[in-house]
Structure formats: C-alpha cells, structure tokens
C-alpha cells in the first residue's frame, strides 16, 4: 500500500462526505427556513437579554415587552414578506408546519399560549437579525424613554424660569421698598414692571416652545438670556441716578452673569438635563424622578400620560434594574454636552451586541447537535456505511480513477473563488453523480456486498445482518456533520499533496 493509492483512497472517502454533506445541509436549511429556527432563537435571546437571565425569559411581562418591541415600525421594517397569492404560498406552507408544531408544545416550551404566535399578535414570522442600533432605539422607544426625559425636563424648565422671574421680581420689589417715599420713581417703576411683565411673557414663551418642541434646551436658555439682556438695557437707560437703583441694577446684572452666562453650567446646576442615572430611574415607578414626572402631567388622561403608562405596567423590574447598571457603567463617559439618551442608547448596543454574539453560540451549538443528527439519518437512509465505502474504494481502480478526475475538476472550477458557492458546488456535484455509481445506497450491488443478499432472493430481508453495518453509519453521520466546507477544504488540501509529485532528485 503506497501513497498515491492512501492519496486516491482518501479523496474517494473525501468526495463522497463531501456530496452527502450538501445534501446535508440543504436538508438542515430547509428544516431551519420552516420552522424558523434562527428567528425564534433571536426572539428567545431578546427575551433573555429583557429578563436578565434564562430562568425568566418566559415571565409574562417579559414576554410582553419583547412582543411590544417587535410590533415597533423599525422592527416590523426588518422583517419584509413578499406579497401575491403564489410567492406566499410557499411561505403559508411553512407557516402553517411551524405553527402546528409548536402547538404541540406546552406554554412552558413554547413560551406563549395556544392563541399567540412565538413572534406576538398573531404575526407568523419576525425577522432573523436585528441590528443593536435598531433594537437599542426601539427599546429606549418602547419604555417612552424620550417622553420621560422631556416631561422631566419641562418640568424643570418651567420651575427654573420661576425661581428666575421671583429672583429678579425680589430685586425690583426690595428696590421699590427702600423708595417707597420717592414719589419721582413711579414712571421708572411702571415702566419696569411693565417690561417685568413683557419678560414673563417672553421666558412663558419660551417653556412652551420646548413643551412642543420647537427649541431645544440650550436654544430656550439662550433665548431667556437674550431677553434678559434687553430688560437690564431698557433698565438701565430709564433708570434714574440714585445709588439704590445703581445697587439694584448690579444685583440684576450678577444675576445675570451667574446664572446665564455658562448655558452648560446653567443647565448642570439648574439639574435642567437628566442625567442618565435619573434617566435609568424614570422607569422605576417608586422612585423620586417618576414622581416628579407624574406630578408634571397635569392631565392624567392625557395621550402622553396613557402611553408612559402602558409601557411601565408591562416593564419587567429586571429592565429597570439592568438600565440603572448600564447608566452607572456610561455615567463615567458622559460628556457635559451631550445628550444622556445619547450614550445610554449606545450602552444598550454595546450590551446587545455582547448577549447576541454570546446566543450566537448557542445556536451554533444547537445546529451542530441537529447537524450530527441529520448526518446519522443521512447515513442510514443512504446506506453510507463508512466501512464498506474503504473496501470498495480500495478494492475498485476505475471508481478511485473516475473519484479523482472529477474531483479535480470540481477544485479547478472552485479554487479562485475567495469564499466557497455551495449552491455552485452542488451543481457540479450533482453533474458528476450522473456519471459514477458510489458505493452507497441500498442497491443491490451494495446489498450484496455487505450482507450477501439482494432482492431477487426468496429468502427475508437479514435484519440482524444490519448490525455490523451501523458503527459504520455512525461514523458516516459523524463525518457528514462536519460540514461541506470542511471537506472542500480538506479535498483542496489532498489534491495538492496529490498533484505535488516525487520530490526532485538534489542536484550533484
């Protein structure tokens, strides 16, 4: 036994895993593509990721907040279906297999009821990758996170510009006290107090152009500057030359300096913009910040009150938990300057991103224990008994021949590409099937060969002849789950040892 004749040997065995293997994998595809494996692996991740942990991925809540963020637009967007009666067709079909069979499985296995699909409100498929950015926004979404931010805000907008407006108002009336006997004031007084008054307008202004979001909060606090710049101008041209007027008019300009003239420092001190621990805790309806948001919503009927209110009946306690880690694990990267909804989204990512790739090799895992049983049925249905495929390989020159040439040729067409077609690949396989008889299959060449019996005989079928034969389907099942590729690249890898040669003779 040379090395050319091990070399032709192993490519036969080679070549033969590697057609089963195609076969294999188109099989486990198709079973993956009906019953929607990775898309109810994907569902089932965000379930865990929601709940904290895999024990409580099928509590109600948990399961209801991962239903709400599927139903979301940017989800739903994901996940296109093809429309007309004949392109869905098939899709129905597969639909209709899925759904009868995880209606066989209890509520505990399944993780939904017998009236709701694994994907929520009755939708028969989700989508089998979902971006962390698109999963991040939509979450933050979900819980009216945005909405919890700006009612806070507004309401802290609203009570700075008070506590503003009763500032400079205390200077002027402490102003009008001291002179109360000097009659010669009363214009200046009324003309202050009646731009005081045109002032309050403007700062009411203001609020309610962030309320509707018409400005954001650095653009209202620069507007309130801007009018408070005019007022101290106007007051300063009608004041009269008196040093308790001069006196108020320092205090009005200190007031100003000190409280807008940093808009960043303003809104630090003024606790204008959540921070993102306080962002985190505004799901948290027993904490101070949902308090304050609640007393905020004048109109406890309202659409924006009814909404937050929705999202946080479904919130699962793990969510307010997790988003309160996340916010102390991006408190230290916070820029003054940007926003905290900002970096918690992309915390969220980060987190997602890790949980994903970590569930990625979950199902990997899982594929490749379905992958070794789809191998071992493989072997059985197509009688790829490894040991006797070695003894007719052996035994056989022309089928070792016929092997070799061919698989040569399938290599030659397929070693420029980068990244190996299997769709390709299976076309030429399937071309190269029609011209050799592998000693596979429950021929009655095989047959006789194996168990000495062929169909023409009068004689039952051996059964107990079979016996031998399964170490040899089992080692078959084994070796066709590794993989098309694997055997692709180990083919390339013998052909090249095989086409090497002799080593030259060293030159004298």
Known sequence: MNLPFILDLSLGLIFIYLILSLLASEIQELIATIFQWRAVHLKKSIENLIAGNVSNGEEEKVVQLANHIYSSPLIRNINQE??????????????????????????????????????????????????????????????????????????????????????????????????????????????????????????????????????????????????????????????????????????????RQDIFNDTERAISLGGLRPNLQEIAQSVNTSSAVYQEIAAALEEKDSKAYQQIQQA?????????????????????????????????????????????????????RNAKGVAILIGFALAVTANADAFHMISRLSKDSALRDTITKNAGEILLRNYSNSTLDLEALRVQTDEVLTQISLPIGWTDTNLEQQIGWTQKQERNFPVWRIIPMIPGWILSGIAISMGAPFWFDLLSKIVNVRNAGNKPPTAR
Do not use: H
């Open 82 to 255: 093809a429309k007309g009666f004949l392109v869905n067709l098939p899709r129905k079909l597969t639909w209709t297999v899925a759904s009868a069979s995880r209606s066989l499985l209890p509520k505990s296995q399944s993780g939904v009821s017998s009236d709701e699909s694994v994907f929520g409100n009755q939708r028969r498929s989700g989508p089998s990758y979902i971006p962390s950015d698109i999963f991040a926004t939509t979450l933050i979404e979900t819980l009216q996170l945005p909405t919890l931010v700006q009612k806070l805000t507004e309401n802290r907008l609203d009570k700075f510009k008070t506590a503003r407006l009763n500032e400079l108002q205390e200077i002027i009336f402490q102003l009008e006290q001291q002179a109360k006997t000097d009659e010669q004031l009363a214009p200046f007084f009324s003309q202050i107090y009646q731009e005081f008054s045109e002032l309050q307008a403007e700062f009411e202004q203001v609020t309610w152009n962030f309320q509707q979001q018409k400005a954001n909060l650095l653009t209202s606090l620069d507007r309130m500057a801007e009018g408070l710049d005019r007022y101290i101008e106007s007051f300063q041209m009608n004041m009269p030359q008196q040093e308790s007027v001069g006196k108020a008019l320092r205090r009005i300009k200190f007031l």
């Open 312 to 364: 946080l009946d479904i919130l699962p306690d793990s969510v307010a938990e997790n988003l309160l880690v996340l916010a102390q694990r991006a408190q230290v990267k916070i820029n003054s300057t940007e926003d905290g909804i900002n970096l918690l989204r992309r915390e969220i990512e980060n987190t997602f991103d890790s949980s994903m790739e970590r569930a990625s090799g979950v199902y990997r």
